[in-house]
């Protein structure tokens, strides 16, 4: 019969193991998951940065703050984001009113 020892001793390696194959992961999700809670997170310049144009558009978070780099989020966020079409009006809207920015 098999000891409460070697049985202990084969659970805790298996746990000491596991903890780093399953840290990435965890972490990965972990920063997905706050990308979609805190979207004034996301940086502009970042591959997810189509992510932040809905709370943009509604205010919730800031446009970069030169009015090029504002333009140039916008229209990011016109080429990329998926809008729906009052988000589209009102990201238009939003270009008029920008100095030197002109809608798609």
């Known amino acids: 019969m098999v000891s409460r020892r ?3 001793s084969a659970i805790a390696i298996a ?3 596991a903890i780093p194959i399953l840290a ?15 979207p004034s997170r996301i940086s502009w310049d970042g591959k997810t ?3 932040r144009c809905e709370s943009a558009i509604s205010g919730k978070t800031t446009w970069p703050a030169t009015p ?3 333009c140039a989020a916008m229209h990011l966020c016109a080429n990329e ?3 729906s079409e009052e988000q589209v ?3 238009t809207q939003i270009m008029r009113d920008t100095p030197g920015c002109r809608p798609p």
Do not use: Q, T
């Not at 990435?24 to 805190?38: C, G």
């Open 24 to 38: 990435k992961p965890v972490a990965w999700l972990w920063w997905m998951a706050s990308e979609e809670m805190f």
């Open 15 to 17: 746990v000491a193991l």
């Open 49 to 51: 940065a189509w992510k």
């Open 68 to 70: 090029d780099d504002a």
């Open 6 to 8: 070697i049985i202990y």
């Open 81 to 83: 984001a998926p809008l």
């Open 89 to 91: 009006d009102r990201l």
